[in-house]
């Protein structure tokens, strides 16, 4: 009796459907999930945000910007996070989806990162926690015009009051244009690819240790909104 090859595991995936302004849907089976950082249009203010991550034990990257493969399971459309422990936060980002017909679509996302885990690897912590994104997107072709424009904002909430953590605009982060050509150069703009684009700073003062995320991707131009949220919701206690 011959036995059959064994065929390669696959990995682990998700499956995440956007609603875009006219109504229809995109159904995108994800493939590959790609977390920028380091990635401000001023790589100035970049190598000062090195140095003072680097006083906190962060190490810095060997070049910036940088790109961390995460898991493809972790991009996901959902309200809630599971954390291992309280130094968790999240990160208000833009993401660039590849639809299975190519087109590409831009959406709000958060990042949720473990931040204890962050100074033994950057890599590491990305893929401790979810990207968690939104329902709703629009064309990347349909925004291109006014894209430094839109706004990007974050708030938290304790004890279920909820204060802004992070106000910017994608004027202040490398361009969807910039990572198109990145993954066109590495073979990676296929469809269900996401991309999640790296943050804006974050407000000095402001807990980011929260019970709940909430992010906001806008166009002044229309008045339409995006947006995602989840709580974080803490996991047992282990036994052992």
């Known amino acids: 009796m011959t036995t059959q090859p064994s ?16 109504g229809s849907l995109h159904h995108v089976d994800v493939v590959q999930v790609l977390n ?7 790589q100035d203010d970049v190598a000062a945000h090195v140095a003072e991550l680097a006083e906190l034990g962060v190490p810095a990257p060997s070049v ?4 961390y493969p995460v898991s493809p399971y972790l991009a996901q459309q959902t309200g809630r996070v599971s954390v291992q422990h309280g130094h968790t936060s999240g990160e208000a ?9 190519g087109e590409l679509l831009l959406t709000a996302a958060c990042d949720h990162t473990d931040r204890a885990l962050e100074v033994h690897g950057v890599a590491w912590s990305k893929n401790a926690a979810p990207d968690v994104l939104a329902t709703r997107a629009w064309r990347l072709s349909d925004v291109a015009p006014r894209l430094d424009d839109l706004t990007l904002r974050a708030w938290v909430t304790h004890d279920g009051e909820e204060t802004e953590v992070q106000s910017g605009t994608l004027a202040e982060l ?3 244009s910039y990572w198109v050509e990145v993954l066109r150069e590495r073979g990676d703009l296929v469809p269900g690819t996401v991309l999640i684009s790296g943050t804006i700073p974050m ?11 909430r992010v906001e991707l806008g166009d ?11 709580d974080v919701v803490p996991l047992p206690e282990p036994i052992g």
Do not use: H, K, M, N
């Open 7 to 22: 065929q390669p595991a696959q990995p682990a995936r998700s499956s995440l459907t956007f609603e875009l302004p006219d």
């Open 36 to 42: 920028a950082g380091y990635a401000g249009r001023s």
């Open 64 to 67: 910036t910007p940088a790109l």
């Open 93 to 101: 980002e833009w993401a660039l989806v590849v639809a299975a017909d």
């Open 174 to 176: 490398l361009p969807p």
């Open 203 to 213: 407000a000095e003062g402001v807990d980011q240790f929260a019970e709940r995320w």
């Open 220 to 230: 002044p131009a229309t008045g339409q909104t995006i947006e995602c949220s989840y």
